[in-house]
């Protein structure tokens, strides 16, 4: 009930009205506040744009540039982006269609001078004061970027991922590195995160193009490649999970794309993890934690949809499974969770 289109509505009222609210106080009295860039990635949002952006506008950040990549919408949501240059430090720009990745690399390349890069998807929020917390680890802390936990943000419900849970739980906030916290392969996600402009550039980090899961490869590169990251245990993010008949694209799991996609981009992050594990970057235990985190959770998402009349759905995902987790013995499914778990073990050893 409480996930139902018109709860999504419902809350998505109330949290404007209290964006907007806070926003109209104005930014906060602050001197030498590094500048953030925000990067936007905007394709047919209009329904979801203002909560949005309204959420940048509601962290109240003085030091502040927002852009805004339209990739071909075709719902006014570039115009209605445009709109909000009479609030903001804003910057709204079109490209033909080429998914996520492609905007989200036109938009980090457009930016001329910055301290910090965040992105923010266009369908999602930030929680109040997010970005302040994210700045002031970073600055007290000298890391190379700070991830923070996502509350999923359906209808009117608000829960943590369960994904991720276990990373940021563990041991609460914390300045660590990859080799000392493992379980951070079970957040890659790019949009909970503020980086350090250097690191970024320094890493020459970008996304693959044209592909679903694009953030996985890179997010994995970045935890390899930073020196040290800060790990905050407060909501930083509000990951919107559609509702009714508008779903997002990473939703519809049950389409041969999707399970493409997810399966090279889990090929990609494996080929990471290894080249970092010669680098002395990474050790066995990140690729232990990313084989579990592949088994309990991103195999076991498609296996619903295993036996559904696609042949070639159901091989890829066998023939994937088998290249990712073959090697892996009973110790290791001991340590599988999900109720398919099972199942996939079947599948592997077959």
Same mark, same amino acid.
């Given at each position: ?49 203002? %909560?949005? @952006?309204? $959420?940048?506008? =509601?962290?109240?950040?003085?030091? &502040?540039?927002?852009? /805004?990549?339209?990739?071909? #919408? ?43 890069? %965040?992105? @923010?998807? $266009?369908?999602? =929020?930030?929680?109040?004061?997010? &970005?302040?917390?994210? /700045?002031?680890?970073?600055? #007290? ?210």
């Amino acid at each position: 009930m409480l996930s139902k289109p018109w709860a999504a509505k419902f809350a998505d009222a109330i949290l404007l009205v209290a964006y907007q609210a806070v926003a109209a106080l104005g930014p906060k009295q602050s001197q030498n506040s590094p500048k953030v860039t925000i990067v936007v990635p905007v394709y047919n949002v209009r329904e979801f744009l203002p %909560l949005c @952006l309204h $959420s940048v506008r =509601a962290q109240r950040y003085p030091n &502040l540039e927002v852009i /805004v990549i339209d990739d071909g #919408s075709s719902d006014g949501s570039f115009e209605l982006a445009a709109s909000f240059d009479e609030f903001m430090s804003i910057r709204v720009l079109q490209k033909t269609n080429g998914g996520l990745g492609a905007a989200r690399n036109t938009g980090f390349e457009r930016i001329e001078e910055t301290d910090y890069l %965040l992105f @923010l998807d $266009s369908d999602d =929020a930030l929680p109040l004061g997010a &970005l302040w917390r994210y /700045v002031r680890a970073a600055e #007290s802390n000298a890391v190379d970027f700070v991830v923070s936990p996502a509350k999923r943000m359906r209808g009117l419900s608000f829960r943590w991922r369960a994904d991720a849970r276990q990373f940021y739980s563990n041991q609460g906030s914390r300045s660590t590195t990859f080799l000392n916290d493992p379980l951070a392969i079970r957040d890659v996600t790019a949009w909970n995160r503020l980086f350090r402009w250097d690191f970024w550039k320094k890493h020459e980090l970008r996304f693959p193009e044209g592909v679903l899961y694009e953030d996985m490869a890179p997010m994995a590169r970045a935890f390899c490649c930073a020196e040290r990251f800060y790990v905050l245990n407060r909501a930083g993010y509000y990951w919107r999970v559609r509702t009714g008949d508008n779903k997002s694209i990473t939703q519809r799991l049950g389409e041969f794309e999707n399970l493409r996609d997810r399966m090279q981009s889990l090929q990609k992050t494996l080929k990471v993890l290894l080249g970092a594990i010669e680098a002395g970057q990474a050790n066995d235990k990140n690729l232990l934690e990313f084989q579990l985190r592949v088994a309990s959770i991103d195999l076991q998402l498609h296996l619903p949809f295993v036996a559904s009349g696609d042949a070639q759905y159901d091989y890829l995902l066998k023939e994937t499974a088998k290249q990712l987790l073959g090697d892996c013995g009973p110790e290791f499914w001991q340590r599988v969770q999900g109720r398919f778990a099972p199942v996939l073990k079947q599948i592997v050893e077959s």
